[in-house]
């Protein structure tokens, strides 16, 4: 079981960048692909970046692509997503997840075995 607790939220305007936080506790960490996923109010959960459990290996939705990078620390057990050129469309609640195929980076809500409770990013024009 591993449990995941975000933090970094808030409210930015746009053009502003937000780095997001995304602690992990209980079991090992590092054997464990991570992902970032969103979802803004009546849409669908969808992928933002994931990273293999060494780091070495990373994918982004298109969207977000060259404005968004994800990293990890496994030394903190921490997985960070830092955002940059923020705009309006990027405003949702940003989930992180952990999947325990480690070099799998899934792009679907169902590859992933643990879900934090999320952290609201808004964006103002």
Do not use: H
Not at 117 to 125: D, I, K, L, M, R
């Amino acid at each position: 079981q591993v449990q995941l607790v975000e933090s970094g939220g808030g409210l930015v305007q746009a053009g502003g960048s937000l780095r997001l936080s995304c602690a992990a506790s209980g079991r090992t960490f590092s054997g464990y692909a991570m992902g970032w996923f969103r979802q803004a109010p009546g849409k669908e959960r969808e992928f933002v970046a994931a990273i293999s459990w060494s780091g070495g290996s990373r994918y982004y939705a298109d969207s977000v692509k060259g404005r968004f990078t994800i990293s990890r620390d496994s030394n903190e057990n921490t997985v960070y997503l830092q955002m940059n050129s923020l705009e309006p469309e990027d405003t949702a609640v940003y989930y992180c997840a952990a999947d325990q195929r480690p070099l799998w980076l899934g792009v679907r809500v169902l590859d992933y075995d643990f879900w934090g409770q999320g952290t609201q990013v808004t964006v103002s024009s």
